[in-house]
């Protein structure tokens, strides 16, 4: 008797270690699945109406979305957008991202108008922005930097958005234009890919090459984005196009104009210190041209 219940014991104990183990079902992105559903239980859970309770439960729908268009969900992320609308009502986050998941589902004229909405509002800038990128998107780029100047003008600290300024005026044939932009974003987005392969790509087209081959030995990029960067350079020079390239191990993040790919994963993060030094020891390279320094 002493021995069956040492042994159920055991079986007992072997039962809540399974129990306890990771899960088969936990396949990479569950973890964000999860999540995403536990934000939705979260904001059904709260009754519309009026007071603090509904403003808390319209943030966590807004976090929702947010987070399902960082996983690329475009598409799931409109439908929830309506659904975050209906019971909260239209306001300017939401139809930012209404707009962001517009342009990025191809639906370029219902974009552009949920941007324009976005006008006179605090969220102006990211309106300018986004049309800025719908214009880009269009080869008008020009006239996506005068609109990118505009979003500029609210919104001096965006990193992001100085990177695809900068970009645009690259591809607007203004490339002297193009460098105070792409240092500052370089300077206070380090950490991002994307902003630094814009800034490789200026010192490429300015003629800054050992510069940019410093850069890219910092932020350790791949030999296939390294050759995209200098075939965009050369295409620049040229006077054509950057061709977008579809075998970049892990393209660059999505929704901005640089180097789109067909891949939408972002480039390993870098450290931020490596970046802002390779950064800083770029501007003062002794051996760099004069491009009209700024104080």
């Known amino acids: ?76 992320s409109l439908a929830h957008v309506d659904a975050l609308e209906a019971r909260h009502g239209v306001m300017p986050a939401s139809t930012r991202l209404r707009a962001d998941a517009l342009r990025q589902t191809g639906q370029d004229a219902a974009s552009a108008a949920a941007y324009r909405r ?26 996506a930097a005068r609109l990118m100047e505009q979003a500029r003008r609210s919104t001096p600290t965006d990193g992001l958005l100085l990177s695809d300024l900068g970009y645009a005026l690259l591809r607007a044939g203004r490339i002297d234009a193009a460098r105070v932009p792409l240092m500052q974003a370089a300077q206070l987005r380090p950490d991002q890919a994307q902003v630094q392969a814009n800034l490789a790509l200026y010192l490429e087209a300015s003629g800054r090459t050992d510069q940019a081959s410093a850069l890219m030995d910092a932020q350790r990029m791949p030999p296939a984005s390294r050759e995209a960067i200098r075939q965009a350079a050369r295409d620049l020079a040229g006077g054509g196009a950057p061709v977008a390239t579809t075998d970049l191990p892990a393209g660059f993040a999505p929704g901005g104009l640089a180097l789109r790919t067909a891949t939408r994963a972002s480039l390993p993060r870098m450290a931020a210190p490596a970046g802002a030094a390779t950064t800083a020891s770029a501007e003062r390279a002794p051996n760099a041209p004069d491009t009209g320094r700024t104080p």
Do not use: K
């Open 1 to 76: 008797m002493h021995r069956i219940s040492v042994i159920a014991l055991s079986l007992l104990c072997l039962g809540l270690a399974a129990c306890g183990s990771t899960p088969r079902s936990d396949y990479p992105g569950a973890g964000a699945a999860r999540e995403r559903q536990n934000a939705q239980a979260a904001a059904d859970a709260v009754p519309a109406g009026e007071g603090a309770s509904a403003i808390d439960s319209a943030g966590t729908y807004l976090r929702l979305v947010e987070r399902m268009q960082q996983d690329g969900l475009w598409f799931a």
């Open 118 to 143: 976005l006008v006179g509002t605090p969220l102006e800038a990211a309106g300018y922005h986004g049309l800025g990128l719908l214009a880009g998107g269009n080869g008008d780029f020009a006239e």
